[in-house]
């Protein structure tokens, strides 16, 4: 099991453990990503042990759903398709052009696929001032939309290597490249998504000026030398999992030499920017997306 396909499982754990979904939901979800049942109930049981006050901070946060979501209203996105890496791929993505763009940014996707939240998203940058192009990292499945239900848009995902997340990202960024010419290039990702933005970091991508990866986990081996990114680490103060590798994240960033700062927002919990989840904290997410485009508006103007 990869890192990544490791985090994926884990993530259907404590999602269960922190009571946003039952456990035969949890269980189905699990067995989807190719874990017996044995195994499903064991990481379930270990997720659940010591999780008693996790449930009372995702039922705090989860009044402010219903908030307005964090940046100004969006664009309209365009649904379009590009070159992919090799002969005969075709990728997918949602497309947003700011009027007049001071930059343009990859949006990635968290771990169900390109759905409407990450639209909005681009959307939301675009009306920023940054041109955004969320790619659908399952287009070689035939796109999110055509597996309809949002667990099997996990599994799938969770049987793609890294290797070829990377060329499609980076494909991506030459679709991005193209589209706006002449401007430096960004990249921002949420949860599974913030785990991809690392990964193109440590893909040897040096046209990125600036990444933002929210509560992303590293990869394995994470090396950041190839890249010349400015990098803006968000994390979750009630994200365990995710922040017991925020000192890797530091170290590897150090040992690049590549300038970057690491935020961690108190009293909230992971994918707490999604105002389409239980966890969403307005006010955190108000001030992150205000620290995205301070970042941006430094590294790629």
Request: hydrophobic share 40%; aromatic share 6%; proline share 6%.
């Amino acid at each position: 099991m990869t890192s990544f396909q490791r985090y994926l499982a884990e993530e259907v754990a404590v999602d269960h453990a922190d009571g946003l979904i039952p456990r035969r939901e949890a269980l189905r979800r699990l067995t989807l990503l190719g874990l017996a049942l044995p195994a499903a109930s064991a990481l379930l049981a270990a997720c659940t042990t010591g999780q008693e006050s996790a449930a009372t901070s995702v039922s705090t946060s989860s009044a402010s759903a219903s908030a307005s979501p964090a940046g100004p209203p969006p664009l309209s996105t365009e649904a379009i398709t590009f070159p992919g890496p090799g002969s005969g791929v075709t990728l997918q993505g949602a497309w947003a052009a700011a009027p007049d763009p001071r930059g343009a940014v990859l949006v990635v996707h968290e771990n169900r696929g390109l759905n409407d939240h990450i639209r909005s998203v681009a959307g939301r940058l675009a009306a920023s001032g940054y041109s955004a192009l969320a790619p659908d990292l399952l287009s070689r499945e035939g796109g999110t939309d055509s597996l309809g239900d949002p667990a099997k848009a996990t599994a799938a995902l969770s049987g793609i290597s890294e290797d070829r997340f990377a060329a499609d990202l980076k494909a991506a960024l030459s679709e991005l490249e193209r589209r706006a010419p002449g401007k430096k290039l960004g990249a921002v990702g949420f949860c599974f998504g913030g785990g991809m933005v690392w990964l193109l970091l440590s893909s040897n991508e040096p046209r990125l000026s600036a990444a933002v990866p929210f509560y992303g986990p590293l990869p394995e081996n994470a090396d950041f030398s190839g890249s010349k990114a400015a990098v803006l680490g968000i994390y979750a103060e009630q994200d365990s999992r995710v922040n017991a590798g925020r000192d890797q994240a530091k170290a590897e960033l150090e040992k690049a030499g590549l300038k970057h700062e690491l935020v961690t927002f108190p009293g909230v919990n992971h994918a707490f920017f999604n105002d389409t989840g239980q966890r969403y904290d307005a006010d955190a997410a108000a001030t992150a997306y205000q620290r995205v485009l301070d970042w941006f508006g430094v590294h790629l103007a």
